[in-house]
């Protein structure tokens, strides 16, 4: 991967990281600050679920964050577009689909049959 690809791909994942920051700061300002506004206009059962619900979507936010830092440090280390499971290059396309992706195609496909077998 050249110099150039590697930057473009920097300055996806840096946006990306950017954009989960922010919102992952007003989910977690609205998660503190929800408690009392929803227990005025709503029941206690909708308000558990409507909590759950956004520290579901926060959990999530916490682990794209992990993975875009982690591609991140690949940028930097030059690991970065190499498959982990083979050490072939991951095709241009799919770190365009998926810049946070480990794997290529072919050993994420795999992967995904191995957990399907097991199940």
Do not use: W
């Not at 473009?8 to 922010?22: N, P, S, V």
């Amino acid at each position: 991967m050249d110099t150039l690809q590697k930057e473009h791909f920097r300055l996806i994942l840096e946006g990306q990281l950017d954009r989960l920051m922010a919102v992952s700061g007003i989910t977690v300002s609205e998660l503190m600050a929800g408690g009392s506004k929803n227990s005025e206009y709503l029941d206690i059962a909708s308000a558990a679920a409507d909590q759950a619900f956004k520290m579901q979507i926060r959990s999530r936010e916490s682990r794209l964050i992990r993975k875009i830092q982690s591609a991140l440090e690949r940028l930097d280390t030059g690991e970065f577009g190499i498959c982990e499971s083979c050490g072939e290059d991951i095709a241009f396309r799919r770190l365009e689909a998926r810049p946070v992706t480990t794997k290529c195609i072919h050993c994420k496909i795999e992967e995904e049959r191995q957990e399907v077998l097991a199940q």
